[in-house]
């Protein structure tokens, strides 16, 4: 089946520091991903989507400009929280969807980041 | 950080039994539904899905029952097991299938 492999699994960063989270899909072409954030005990909230070769739709209230994302080909999305603050401390997972946002999603395994 | 005064719904439930886990989504424009199922630390794993155009949909020790007229969904699990302990979140997907929308979520703990 699809696999998203997602790193790095956890990263603990000073704080105005910049961290980059790469998505990989391995054995399919992802032409559309999507970045969430889960903070502890909530839901997953998306906070942009992604597709191949255009700029990333951000989710309202999220600022495009600390949470930047390039999508340059089928297989890679990277998410690079830029000035991090302890309150960007969270768990950032990807999903990817084969087909343009279609009906078949798989997820990464998800990244800890602890801002110190 | 995380908002205060949140917390998960939880159900907790002995091995052997079965475990029912609801849903209420929003958007009466969404027509393809998800359960994941989502342990410590990882990312969701998908379980069941479902479209709009059935009521029920059956797999292995799983059961997810649709309500269209009052935008209930359910997740039945037959014979919890303890490794069934995790978080479980129903996901709502609208006809341009642009976006999937997680609902809150249920922590489900499995008593040996």
């Known amino acids: 089946g699809a696999v998203v492999s997602q790193h790095p699994s956890w990263v603990i960063c000073k704080s105005g520091t910049s961290v980059k989270i790469e998505c990989r899909s391995l054995?399919?072409?992802?032409?559309?991903m999507f970045w969430y954030r889960q903070f502890p005990k909530q839901s997953l909230m998306l906070m942009a989507t992604?597709?191949?070769?255009?700029?990333?739709?951000?989710e309202q209230g999220v600022e495009k400009d600390k949470f930047l994302i390039n999508h340059a080909s089928l297989t890679l999305s990277t998410l690079t929280v830029t000035s991090a603050h302890p309150e960007d401390s969270s768990f950032y997972i990807c999903s990817a969807s084969v087909s343009g946002g279609g009906r078949g999603y798989t997820f990464g395994s998800g990244t800890r980041l602890t801002v110190v | 950080g995380e908002s205060v005064g949140l917390h998960l719904p939880t159900l907790s439930v002995q091995e052997g039994d079965n475990s029912i886990i609801n849903c209420a989504y929003s958007?009466?424009?969404?027509?393809?539904f998800i359960w994941y199922k989502q342990e410590s630390g990882k990312g969701p794993q998908f379980i069941i899905d479902?479209?709009?155009?059935?009521d029920k949909r059956q797999g292995q020790r799983v059961t997810v029952l649709l309500n269209k007229t009052v935008k209930h969904l359910s997740l039945q699990i037959a014979a919890t097991q303890p490794g069934d302990s995790a978080v479980y979140f129903c996901?709502?997907?609208?006809?341009?299938?642009?976006?999937?929308?997680f609902g809150e979520g249920t922590q489900l703990t499995v008593n040996p």
């Open positions: 992604s597709n191949e070769g255009s700029k990333a739709t951000y």
């Open positions: 479902i479209r709009s155009n059935m």
């Open positions: 958007n009466s424009a969404s027509d393809y």
């Open positions: 054995d399919f072409q992802a032409t559309t």
């Open positions: 996901a709502e997907n609208d006809a341009s299938g642009s976006r999937l929308t």
